[in-house]
């Protein structure tokens, strides 16, 4: 079956660098798994709370200048939280990624996942480098980033 994305995730969508919009217009065509753009371009003030939240980590989120998205699994009419569908996701967000030539980073491991033989095991190694350095990792699963390295953006940035 193929999904389309929906008036709502088309805006938000919008409003991001056009690359990260290539790769998920071209995404939701190839996905088995249904999904919906829940937050794209976030304000400080949102940052903020989401920070004060434990939601987000940090006040350099690449959201705040249009170069972060973040999916929901969209099944049955509500997303869904299930983390096997977000790996699905994240093969086809990898899949578009690399049709495009455009380097995301997924939020599930923190790495440009276009060269990821095996998202699942970009996952173990993600989670045991930040257990050896005594961190707890930060599996988010829904998000998807354009590589800071080779899309770098200044805080408040528009995209």
Not at 33 to 60: H, I, P, W, Y
Request: aromatic content about 8%; charged content about 25%.
């Amino acid at each position: 079956m193929a999904y389309q994305l929906g008036k709502r995730s088309r805006q938000r969508l919008a409003k991001l660098h056009q690359d990260l919009q290539r790769v998920i217009e071209r995404a939701i065509e190839i996905v088995g798994v249904d999904f919906t753009v829940m937050e794209g371009l976030r304000t400080l003030a949102r940052q903020k709370v989401l920070v004060e939240k434990g939601a987000s980590r940090t006040f350099n989120s690449r959201h705040l200048t249009g170069h972060a998205c973040d999916l929901g699994a969209w099944v049955g009419g509500s997303v869904r939280w299930d983390f096997g569908l977000y790996v699905k996701i994240a093969y086809a967000v990898r899949q578009a990624a690399r049709e495009l030539d455009i380097p995301i980073v997924w939020g599930a491991c923190w790495t440009v996942i276009n060269d990821e033989a095996d998202l699942e095991d970009a996952i173990a190694r993600y989670v045991a480098r930040k257990r050896q350095q005594g961190k707890t990792p930060l599996l988010d699963g829904p998000h998807f980033q354009l590589c800071r390295k080779c899309y770098p953006a200044v805080t408040g940035e528009a995209a």
